[in-house]
């Protein structure tokens, strides 16, 4: 009895050290699995993710310098840093939200966008069509396009960020175009056509 | 006179202290190393797994230094700390009466837990003494006729002279 009294007086020294070793931990382990957004892609996506780590190790092990790593994040991730979607490279977006996150998108490469149904903004092609609701794609094992459950399956399109650093046609500065590949590559998972 | 301090006492909470203090810290340095070593197998498929490990050591190694040096060690130094009070200064009083001993013993902060301790005698007022309450269940029941040396008002030795009724 003696003895658990006294445990239970050091009981907010082991609460603060296990609260501690959370902070702690999860700021080094973000320092492992992130790394600056010269150095990788992130693909936002406006649905649940539930495979996002399976489509992170395969798109990753595409990658090729200067990326070192792929991110893939819902857009429930903005609450945690809104930054990282206004300056995702590539954004798959549903139909139903594609006006509200229009300023987003960068204009898809012409060469690019001859083929494929496109949504345009202006009349420039912004975003390529890659899920059409109800058909299964090989994107489909990653992403769950029915959530959040009350609006259902839906259209969704592929968009380039406006402010990535790989996509080079975006800004001259930028010499890779490791975004378009990318884009390029997933619209190939779906069967969207570009060329 | 029945010594209740051995002397080999301090030499033996020194000893127990150090291991407490090494196993401890040890825990810690061996959990910490694991969470290094798992933090190094890193990939994306595996991050969430590694880091319920990494967080499952850390909090296991910390919560085995705290609970080590917190209960073990401490206790081991506070009786250091006693044994080397009573053993600066020779000055050992005696005194006799019947033993009557307090109900509660009364923790000293960051110290040992003591018992107050009172002798009656029929001709003179009763001495009070202090007894390490670990030390308690070596001196006689309540009512024994006693004869003790005491060091800075803490009992040292005892004489049982007559039996309690």
Redesign the interface.
């Given at each position: 009895m003696k003895l658990i009294k006294r445990i239970f007086r050091l009981t907010p020294m082991l609460i603060t050290w296990a609260m501690l070793g959370v902070l702690f931990w999860g700021f080094v382990f973000t320092r492992i699995t992130d790394t600056d957004r010269a150095h990788k892609i992130v693909l936002c996506v406006d649905a649940q993710v539930p495979g996002a780590a399976e489509l992170e190790t395969r798109m990753t092990g595409l990658a090729r310098d200067p990326i070192r790593l792929v991110r893939v994040l819902p857009f429930s991730y903005a609450m945690m840093d809104a930054s990282t979607l206004t300056d995702a490279d590539l954004l798959i977006v549903r139909d139903t939200n594609l006006e509200r996150y229009a300023d987003w998108f960068a204009p898809w490469p012409e060469r690019l966008s001859t083929a494929g149904r496109f949504w345009a903004r202006d009349g420039v092609p912004c975003g390529l069509l890659i899920h059409t609701a109800g058909h299964a794609d090989d994107l489909s094992a990653y992403i769950d396009y029915a959530q959040p459950p009350q609006d259902g399956d839906a259209d969704y399109y592929l968009c380039i960020g406006a402010h990535s650093l790989h996509t080079g046609e975006n800004d001259a500065k930028n010499a890779d175009d490791i975004g378009i590949f990318y884009a390029e590559w997933l619209a190939g998972l779906t069967g969207a056509v570009l060329k | 006179m029945t010594s209740i301090y051995p002397a080999d006492e301090l030499s033996r909470f020194d000893r127990q202290a150090r291991r407490y203090l090494t196993g401890g810290l040890g825990a810690l340095a061996v959990c910490l190393a694991g969470?290094a070593a798992v933090?190094t197998q890193?990939?994306?498929?595996t991050?969430?797994t590694?880091?319920m490990i990494?967080?499952g050591l850390?909090?296991l190694g910390?919560?085995a230094m705290?609970?080590l040096v917190?209960?073990g060690y401490r206790d081991a130094r506070a009786e250091c700390r006693h044994l080397r009070h009573l053993g600066n200064g020779n000055e050992t009083e005696e005194a006799a009466g019947r033993l009557r001993t307090d109900a509660h013993a009364a923790a000293i902060p960051g110290g040992i837990t003591v018992l107050g301790v009172r002798l009656e005698s029929e001709d003179g007022p009763a001495v009070r003494l202090r007894v390490n309450a670990r030390k308690r269940a070596l001196l006689p029941p309540d009512g024994a006729l006693v004869r003790v040396s005491s060091r800075k008002g803490y009992i040292t030795a005892f004489e049982v002279l007559h039996e309690a009724d």
């Open positions: - | 969470c933090c890193v990939r994306p498929l991050a969430g590694c880091f990494v967080i850390n909090t910390g919560w705290i609970l917190g209960l």
